[in-house]
């Protein structure tokens, strides 16, 4: 009878468990690799070129200047911004160091889905001879929209269009502006003192991640051992609690209740209307609603404007019941960009220049309460 030796045993059992750990480990690397493979596929977003977005210390991001991207898939269209940042229709325009009119606002109004000509903005420009600014940007809320407006007011501008939808409020108090990352975006929001009283707090959770992760997994690319890396980082986002489901709410300053809503929401409106009257400007608010369901203007908007609406310096405009009836007599199709998306459609930004043109009108045909740089 053979005897095995104590010193075979043991290196049998080393290369046994060696080769079962190779085995576990291979297992899981293919399962992490076929995860990060679906993910890939399934958050393919179509952008070709690199992030148009960056790291701001007030407004939390902004648009890179002189860039152009590509969104490749219905709606397709293109991105192009000036030196200053703001979109136009063309690579290498620089910006005018002071115009007509300047546009702040969210997706709707930089015109996510849409060439830049056929934005709202560019149209009424185009029809009225002005000179115009869109600094508006996706995922943007009150709160980043008005400092926008303060960002940019050094281009002395004689009317700002303030484009907003039904969203924008409540983004206005969340910490991470709506993304497609896991990863909070961080923008300015509306907090509360220790009075309850309302006031603006900086961008807090900046994180060099968000961007590293919109570069190497949310813009177009061949898969690659950058998504396997940070499908590892997204589970251990998963397992600490933090992933984007919950995120707002694991940074613990979301406050939502109506009475701060309304609160915030007044402060905010009350800021702009005061420096954008304070730069001897005249403001129009815009409401916009989704091209998918017709929601009607935010009560918290509507209950203040009231206080700040005069139809001389101040004007509200509300598409909800142009966009009502057309819906309900036509349908919604054709006002959805590329007719797959609730953004406007090349169609819906001309009712809403429609909407906007009489406004702009009124303000151009007044004496010399406004500045005399505009004429038509």
Not at 141 to 156: I, N, Q
Request: hydrophobic residues 40%; contains cysteine.
């Amino acid at each position: 009878m053979t005897t095995v030796s104590p010193r075979r045993t043991t290196v049998f059992v080393v290369l046994t468990l060696a080769l079962v750990a190779l085995v576990i480990a291979a297992g899981a690397a293919i399962a992490v690799t076929l995860r990060a493979y679906r993910y890939y596929h399934a958050h393919q977003t179509n952008y070709v070129g690199d992030s148009f977005i960056m790291d701001d210390p007030v407004v939390g991001y902004v648009q890179r200047p002189g860039i152009h991207n590509r969104y490749t898939a219905p709606p397709a269209y293109d991105i192009y911004t000036d030196d200053l940042g703001a979109r136009v229709d063309k690579q290498g325009m620089q910006a005018p160091r002071k115009v007509d009119l300047l546009a702040v606002g969210d997706s709707f109004t930089w015109g996510h889905g849409v060439q830049d000509e056929s934005t709202y903005v560019r149209r009424l420009a185009r029809a009225k001879h002005l000179t115009a600014s869109n600094v508006a940007l996706a995922s943007y809320g009150l709160t980043t929209s008005y400092l926008s407006f303060r960002k940019f007011s050094f281009l002395e501008p004689t009317i700002v269009i303030f484009g907003f939808i039904e969203d924008d409020v409540n983004r206005a108090f969340q910490p991470c502006a709506p993304s497609l990352s896991p990863y909070c975006r961080a923008v300015p929001f509306v907090d509360f003192d220790s009075q309850g009283d309302p006031f603006i707090h900086p961008p807090e959770y900046r994180s060099r991640e968000y961007y590293e992760y919109m570069q190497d997994v949310i813009l177009d690319h061949s898969f690659g051992w950058k998504d396997v890396l940070w499908e590892l980082k997204r589970d251990r986002l998963i397992l600490s609690g933090k992933d984007g489901n919950g995120i707002n709410q694991q940074h613990g300053r979301f406050i939502n209740d109506p009475a701060s809503r309304q609160r915030g929401v007044q402060f905010l409106l009350d800021s702009l209307v005061k420096d954008v009257r304070d730069r001897r400007a005249t403001l129009i608010v815009v409401y916009i609603p989704v091209m998918t369901t017709v929601t009607p203007l935010p009560p918290e908007v509507a209950s203040v404007a009231p206080t700040w609406v005069d139809n001389q310096h101040v004007f509200l405009v509300d598409t909800t019941s142009v966009f009502d009836t057309f819906i309900r007599d036509n349908g919604s199709d054709v006002l959805k960009a590329g007719g797959v998306d609730g953004h406007p459609s090349e169609v819906a930004h001309q009712m809403i220049a429609d909407q906007i043109a009489p406004v702009i009108d009124k303000i151009l045909a007044r004496p010399d309460d406004i500045r005399k740089s505009i004429a038509p």
